[in-house]
T-cell receptor, first 113, second 115 residues
């Protein structure tokens, strides 16, 4: 069975700092990759997705992620974070078949003003 | 377009009871998936329905079941509730059909507390 590992459970940054959240997955076949965000009191929202093609994908709110197949990684990045980016971030993997999403444990990001 | 809606939003049940949760997908979405979210285990896949058929199932006991109706609305049922079933139950819908993958859109969830 596939698994997803998010390296940092809690991250605290100051506004304008750069962000990189790590995500590694274990699955040997074709995968579809996602980052979801859960803002305080809100439901899960899709940040970005990778299905195929350019391994550097851009999402909403200035986020981007890079798929590195050889490293089984899909790290999330943002060059300059804002206080409003405080949220829980989840990496998720969906195999090429019809299985459900497998989520990482999440990273709780706190941005200090 | 309205998002995924789930009812009820909050529920308190007693051990041994059963519960039914409801999910209405985004209009036009035919695939509905259910997830359980707990602080300890995180987000875990329960099952997926497509065209009224269960297409995939996660690693949960048979007490967890679901169904999908012809209008794509879905229900999940948990029988003989245990304290450990206390969780946020999330429903997600997608356009997915056949082998084409689409992203899933999540509802606000139903917070189930078992006492």
């Amino acid at each position: 069975a596939q698994s997803v590992s998010q390296h940092n459970h809690h991250v605290i940054l100051s506004e304008a700092a750069s962000l990189e959240l790590g995500c590694n997955y274990s699955y040997g076949g074709t995968v579809n990759l996602f980052w979801y965000v859960q803002y305080p009191g809100q439901h899960l929202q899709l940040l970005l997705k990778y299905f195929s093609g350019d391994p550097l994908v851009k999402g909403i709110k200035g986020f981007e992620a890079e798929f590195i197949k050889s490293k089984f990684s899909f790290n999330l990045r943002k060059p300059s974070v804002q206080w409003s980016d405080t949220a829980e971030y989840f990496c998720a993997v969906k195999p090429g078949g019809a299985d459900g999403l497998t989520f990482g444990k999440g990273t709780h990001l706190i941005i200090q003003p | 377009k309205a998002g995924v809606t789930q009812t009820p939003r909050y529920l308190i049940k007693t051990r041994g009871q059963q519960v039914t949760l409801s999910c209405s997908p985004i209009s036009g979405h035919r695939s509905v998936s259910w997830y359980q979210q707990t602080p300890g285990q995180g987000l875990q896949f329960l099952f997926e329905y497509f065209s009224e058929t269960q297409r995939n199932k996660g690693n949960f006991p048979g007490r967890f079941s679901g169904r999908q109706f012809s209008n794509s609305r879905s229900e999940m049922n948990v029988s003989t509730l245990e304290l450990g079933d206390s969780a946020l139950y999330l429903c997600a819908s997608s356009l997915e059909s056949g082998q084409v993958i689409y992203e899933q859109y999540f509802g606000p969830g139903t917070r189930l507390t078992v006492t």
